[in-house]
């Protein structure tokens, strides 16, 4: 489990993940490299960063996406906005 994020944001980024990725949840382990192992295309990109957004109310800087390249950086880059999020 992740720790960094309360259990229910951590479902939503796990559901979102294996849902755009089509992948098992078992696969997205924190090492697990989101480009290199799963191949998403730009629009998948967008589309995990648009469901994150909006499940989450979160604004994503595309500029961010650039610094993430595993699930456990995606987990650390959404509790990052959600503690500045909350911080205003």
Do not use: C, Q
């Not at 993940?17 to 967008?46: H, N, Q, Y």
């Not at 456990?72 to 959404?78: K, P």
């Amino acid at each position: 489990m992740n720790s960094l994020l309360p259990e229910k944001d951590t479902e939503a980024v796990y559901e979102i993940l294996s849902e755009a990725l089509g992948v098992d949840r078992v696969r997205l382990k924190p090492d697990a490299r989101i480009k290199e192992d799963f191949s998403p295309d730009s629009l998948t990109i967008i589309e995990i960063s648009m469901a994150l957004e909006e499940r989450l109310n979160l604004s994503i800087p595309d500029e961010s996406w650039e610094r993430v390249t595993t699930v456990a950086e995606l987990f650390a880059l959404v509790a990052e906005l959600l503690d500045h999020s909350k911080r205003g």
